[in-house]
C-alpha cells in the first residue's frame, strides 16, 4: 500500500472518507467487504488521491466563514459574546498554530455554532422561538401547511426567528403547539363541536332567508370554525360584520410586470429571485387562487418587485460547480459517465438557454450528484441483493419502504434524476435499510373498526353501505393477484365518508340538490366543477381512495355560493394581457398563431354542443410561437426553428411518446394539459440525451430490466412464446416493416410472463385464467376506453393513464358489470338520468324529427342504422329543441329564437 495507508477488509458503501466527504452521512445497507489499501485511522484523501492527516485538510468552511491556518492570530471578536469587549492580539509562537474556520469580518459566532451577523447577535425572538439558520426553502411549517411534502432545491441559509421545536405559526404569526392549530379560527370566527347545529345565516347569501335548525344524527357533526354572531362569511371566505355583506370590491389591478391569472398557486414555474435556476415542484391544490404573479421572464426580489431574472442575484451553486446562464452551451463532458466520450456541441436556439449550477473545470459529477475531481471517478456502482440500479431513483411511483406497505404514494415531482438503488419489485426496505420480500414487512396500522388483509378480493361479505343485505359475490383469485389494503371488520360497513361504520348506523342513500348527480369517485374527475374553472381544463386529479360524493351535473358549475348554476351564468374568466374570451375558440376564422399568419385558415361548421370556451387572441394580435404564453402585436412576430433531427410541433406538451433517453423502452403516460405549447421535439426515432441534443434510440443506453427480463430492439421479432397463456401453442413469426420495431424489455429464454406480469420459470405457469359468463380477458384491462360498469351506461368516461398493463377480464362489448359485480346486457342497467324536457334512447341516430331550435321546420333525414352501432344518450322529449346558444337546455318551441 501507499504512503499512510493499511489492508482492510472494507464495504463498498460508506465510500472511503476523503477531505470532500468527512463531514458527510450516509445510509448504507449491509453488504460484504473486500479487501483493499486504505487510509489509516486519522489520515483521509486529498484531491491527489494520496492520504494525508486530516488536520491538514483544506476548508471547505461553512456560511460566513472563512479558513485560517493560525486561528489564535485573529485580533478581533470571535463570538457574540465577544461583542463590545476589547479583544487581546497575542503573540503565536512558531508550530503552535492552529488551522481552522473562523468568522468572516462583520460575522459572530452564535450559540448554536454558526457564523451570524454582527447586529443579529443583539436580536431578540417572540415567544416560543428561536433564532437558527434556515433555507427559503421548505418554508416555515404553519397551521396552514403543516403536512404539506415540498421539494427543495439545496440553497443557503439566512438566519431568522422560527419557531420552536413542536411549535407552528399560526395565521397571527404567533407560534403555539402544533395540536392548537386543529381548533384555531380566523378573525370573527368560532370554533364549533358541530358546525350543522348552528341555527343562525352563516353566510352573506342567507341573509333576510329563513334558516331550519336541523335534528343531528349521532355521530354526524362535523367540528369546524363557524363566523361569530352578528358576523357573515363574504365571497371571498371572510367572516364580516352583517352590514358590511352589500359591499362590493372592484377588480384587481397589478403592479408594472405582473399578470392576474387564475390559479396563481399552480404555476409550475419560478416565480421569485430565490428560485432562479431552479425548477421547483408542481404544486398540487385542491382550489385556486387568483393573484398577480410576474411576468414570464421576470421574478419576485426580496422587497416584492417583479424584476428583469437577469437582475436577480446568481443562485449559490455546490462546491467544485460555477454558475452557468446556458447549460446547453457547456462543451465538455459534465458526468462521470461520460469521461473520455465525445460530447456534442449543439446550436443553441435564441431564448431556450436553461440556467443551474454545472461543475467546474477538471470536475465531473458522480452518481451521488457531487462534482468530484476527474481522477475520482468511480466504477459503475454495483447493489446489494435483491436491489435494482434505476436511472431516477427519487421518481419511482410504487411503494419503496416497509412503512409504505399497502399504500399507493404519490408519484414524485423531481427537477433532477438520481440514480441509485432501490429494492426489486416485491421486496421493500426495512428499518435496517436491507430489501426483503414484502410479506416479511410489519402490516400496516389500520383506521378504527378496520383490519388488515393480504387479499381485499378474497372478502365475501359486504364491505360497503350500499352493499347491505346484497348478494356479494365470491371470485377464485388468480395467484399472485392479490390486493392488499385494510377493509372493514365484520358487522361493520363501509359509509359515503369512507369510515367503517356499525352496521345499524349505515343511513339511506344520499341524496343530491338540484342539479347536481351522485357519483362514485366525485375527487377523480378531469372537468371543470366550479365557476372559478370556467374556460379552463383542470388537471386530471391523481387519488388513492375515491370519494362519493355529490358534484354539478354536466354543463352547470359551483358559484362562489355553492350552487351549481348554468356554465354561462358564471363569470367570464379573466384573459391575459392583448387576449379576449370565446365562447366558441373552434369558430374563430382567423390566424391566432404567429406561424399561421398569412396561411389560408379553415373555417369549420361547429357540432352543436362541442364549443370550447377559452381566451382568443384579439383582433391584430399573434401568439408567440416562440413564448406561447403571450398574444404579441404582427410586427414582432419571429419564425422559429429547430436543431437538427428536432421538428417543431404545436402541442409538444402532450405527446404521447417517449422523448428522453432516459425514457427509452418506456411508454410514459399521456399527460394532461390546460394549454398547448407549441415548441421543437426530437424527430420520431430520436431521444434526447442528457446534454439536450437529439440522438438515434440506439445511442441511448439501454433501459434497466426486471429480473429474468432482457432488452430488446424488437419486440415483435421475438418467435417464441412470451406469455404463459402462449406456452405449447404455436407463435407466428411475421415480417416486420422497416421502421416499425418497437423496444422493450421481454422474458429472457426458458421463462413466461404470469398474468401479475412478471416473468417466472415456464414450469411455474399455473392454469389460464377464466373468466365468468359473459366477460373477455383482456391484456390491458386497465387501460380501456370505454364504458364497463352500469354506473356509466351512456359516459364516455376518460381514458385512463397507466404505466404498465394488468390481465384481467371485462365485460364483454355491449354488457356492463352491476353493482352485484356480474355482466348484463346494458338494457338490463338502469337508465341515466336525464336533464329536464329530456329523455334517455337507446339509439340516439334514429330520432327522426328535429332536435335543435336550428332544426325546426327543416327536413331531418332519417338513416339505417347498422346493427350494433346505436349510440345511447339523453335526447330532447317530443315538443322540445335544443337551445343553439345554450346547448345543453331543451327548451319549448315556443322560447326558440330565429338563428
Not at 416560543?128 to 404553519?142: G, I
Not at 365571497?235 to 352583517?242: T, Y
Not at 432488452?711 to 418467435?719: D, G, M, P, V, W
Amino acid at each position: 500500500c501507499g504512503t499512510n495507508q493499511e489492508k482492510q477488509c472494507v464495504q463498498s458503501c460508506p465510500p472511503e472518507k476523503t477531505c470532500n466527504n468527512r463531514d458527510l452521512a450516509v445510509s448504507c445497507a449491509p453488504s460484504p467487504c473486500e479487501n483493499k489499501c486504505v487510509c489509516k485511522p486519522g489520515f483521509v484523501k486529498d484531491d491527489n488521491n494520496e492520504c494525508i492527516p486530516e488536520e491538514e485538510c483544506p476548508g471547505p468552511c461553512k456560511l460566513n466563514e472563512e479558513f485560517s491556518n493560525c486561528t489564535q492570530a485573529v485580533c478581533r471578536a470571535k463570538n457574540c459574546s465577544d461583542q463590545g469587549i476589547p479583544q487581546a492580539c497575542p503573540s503565536v509562537a512558531d508550530g503552535d498554530c492552529l488551522q481552522g474556520c473562523v468568522c468572516q469580518e462583520g460575522y459572530l459566532r452564535a450559540e448554536d455554532g454558526y457564523c451570524v451577523p454582527e447586529d443579529l447577535c443583539s436580536k431578540e425572538c417572540g415567544t416560543n422561538q428561536e433564532l437558527r439558520c434556515v433555507q427559503s426553502c421548505p418554508p416555515q411549517v404553519t397551521c396552514a401547511n403543516r403536512g404539506l411534502a415540498v421539494s427543495c432545491a439545496p440553497s443557503p441559509c439566512d438566519y431568522k426567528c422560527v419557531c420552536k421545536p413542536g411549535f407552528v405559526k399560526d395565521n397571527n404569526d404567533e407560534c403555539i403547539l402544533e395540536a392548537e392549530c386543529d381548533k384555531l379560527c380566523s378573525q370573527n370566527e368560532e370554533w364549533s363541536e358541530c358546525v350543522q347545529a348552528t341555527c343562525r345565516h352563516q353566510n352573506c347569501t342567507q341573509k333576510g332567508m329563513p334558516i331550519g335548525c336541523p335534528g343531528i344524527v349521532t355521530g354526524s357533526c362535523i367540528p369546524g370554525c363557524i363566523c361569530k354572531a352578528n358576523y357573515l362569511r363574504d365571497k371571498s371566505g371572510f367572516c364580516v360584520p352583517e352590514e358590511d355583506c352589500d359591499e362590493e370590491e372592484g377588480p384587481k389591478t397589478c403592479p408594472p410586470n405582473e399578470d392576474l391569472v387564475e390559479c396563481a398557486n399552480a404555476l409550475c414555474r419560478s416565480l421569485e429571485c430565490s428560485q432562479r435556476g431552479v425548477l421547483p415542484p408542481c404544486p398540487s391544490v385542491s382550489k385556486c387562487i387568483k393573484d398577480c404573479v410576474c411576468k414570464f421572464g421576470y421574478l419576485r426580489d426580496e422587497n416584492g418587485v417583479c424584476v428583469p431574472r437577469e437582475q436577480c442575484p446568481e443562485p449559490t451553486c455546490e462546491s467544485n460547480e460555477q454558475f452557468s446562464n446556458c447549460t446547453q452551451a457547456i462543451c465538455r463532458a459534465q458526468f462521470c459517465s461520460e469521461k473520455d466520450q465525445p460530447i456534442p456541441c449543439p446550436g443553441i436556439p435564441e431564448g431556450s438557454c436553461e440556467e443551474a449550477c454545472v461543475c467546474q473545470e477538471g470536475f465531473l459529477r458522480d452518481d451521488s450528484g457531487r462534482c468530484v475531481p476527474e481522477g475520482l471517478c468511480t466504477e459503475a456502482k454495483t447493489c446489494p441483493p435483491n436491489e435494482d440500479l434505476v436511472e431516477c431513483a427519487n421518481a419511482l411511483c410504487r411503494s419503496l419502504e416497509c412503512s409504505q406497505r399497502g399504500v399507493l404514494p404519490p408519484c414524485p415531482s423531481v427537477s433532477k434524476c438520481i440514480k441509485d438503488c432501490v429494492c426489486k419489485f416485491g421486496y421493500l426496505r426495512d428499518e435496517n435499510g436491507v430489501c426483503v420480500p414484502r410479506e416479511q414487512c410489519p402490516e400496516p396500522t389500520c383506521e378504527s373498526n378496520e383490519q388488515f388483509s393480504n387479499c381485499t378480493q378474497a372478502i365475501c361479505r359486504a364491505q360497503f353501505c350500499s352493499e347491505k343485505d346484497q348478494p356479494i359475490p365470491c371470485p377464485g383469485i388468480p395467484e399472485g393477484s392479490c390486493e392488499e389494503a385494510c377493509v372493514c371488520q365484520e358487522g361493520f360497513l363501509r359509509d359515503d365518508s369512507g369510515r367503517c361504520v356499525p352496521e345499524g348506523l349505515c343511513t339511506e342513500a344520499k341524496t343530491c340538490p338540484p342539479n347536481e348527480d351522485l357519483v362514485e369517485c366525485a375527487n377523480a374527475l378531469c372537468r371543470s366543477l366550479e365557476c372559478s374553472q370556467r374556460g379552463v381544463l383542470p388537471p386530471c386529479p391523481s387519488v388513492s381512495k375515491c370519494i362519493k360524493d355529490c358534484v354539478c351535473k354536466f354543463g352547470y358549475l359551483r358559484d362562489e355560493n355553492g350552487v351549481c348554476v348554468p356554465r354561462e351564468q358564471c363569470p367570464e374568466p379573466t384573459c391575459e394581457s392583448n387576449e379576449q374570451f370565446s365562447n366558441c375558440t373552434q369558430a374563430i376564422c382567423r390566424a391566432q398563431f404567429c406561424s399561421e399568419k398569412d396561411q389560408p385558415i379553415p373555417c369549420p361548421g361547429i357540432p352543436e354542443g362541442s364549443c370550447e370556451e377559452g381566451c382568443v387572441c384579439k383582433e391584430g394580435y399573434f401568439r408567440d410561437d416562440n413564448r406561447p404564453y403571450n398574444c404579441i402585436a404582427e410586427s414582432e412576430c419571429i419564425a422559429k426553428t429547430c436543431p437538427p433531427n428536432e421538428d417543431l410541433v404545436e402541442c409538444a406538451n402532450a405527446l404521447c411518446r417517449s422523448l428522453e433517453c432516459s425514457q427509452r423502452g418506456v411508454l410514459p403516460p399521456c399527460p394532461s394539459v390546460s394549454k398547448c405549447i407549441k415548441d421543437c421535439v426530437c424527430k420520431f426515432g430520436y431521444l434526447r440525451d442528457e446534454n439536450g441534443v437529439c440522438v438515434p434510440r440506439e445511442q441511448c443506453p439501454e433501459p434497466t430490466c426486471e429480473s429474468n427480463e432482457q432488452f430488446s430492439n424488437c419486440t415483435q421479432a421475438i418467435c417464441r412464446a412470451q406469455f404463459c397463456s402462449e406456452k405449447d401453442q404455436p407463435i407466428p413469426c411475421p415480417g416486420i416493416p422497416k421502421g416499425s420495431c418497437e423496444e422493450g424489455c421481454v422474458c429472457q429464454d426458458g421463462f413466461l410472463r404470469d398474468d401479475s406480469g412478471r416473468c417466472v420459470p415456464e414450469g411455474l405457469c399455473t392454469e389460464a385464467k377464466t373468466c365468468p359468463p359473459n366477460e373477455d380477458l383482456v391484456e390491458c384491462a386497465n387501460a380501456l376506453c370505454r364504458s364497463l360498469e352500469c354506473s356509466q351506461r351512456g359516459v364516455l368516461p376518460p381514458c385512463p393513464s397507466v404505466s404498465k398493463c394488468i390481465k384481467d377480464c371485462v365485460c364483454k362489448f355491449g354488457y356492463l358489470r352491476d353493482e352485484n359485480g356480474v355482466c348484463v346486457p346494458r338494457e338490463q342497467c338502469p337508465e341515466p338520468t336525464c336533464e329536464s324536457n329530456e329523455q334517455f334512447s337507446n339509439c340516439t341516430q334514429a330520432i327522426c324529427r328535429a332536435q335543435f331550435c336550428s332544426e325546426k321546420d327543416q327536413p331531418i333525414p332519417c338513416p339505417g342504422i347498422p346493427e350494433g352501432s346505436c349510440e345511447e344518450g339523453c335526447v330532447c322529449k317530443e315538443g322540445y329543441f335544443r337551445d343553439d346558444n345554450r346547448p345543453y337546455n331543451c327548451i319549448a318551441e315556443s322560447e326558440c329564437i330565429g338563428m
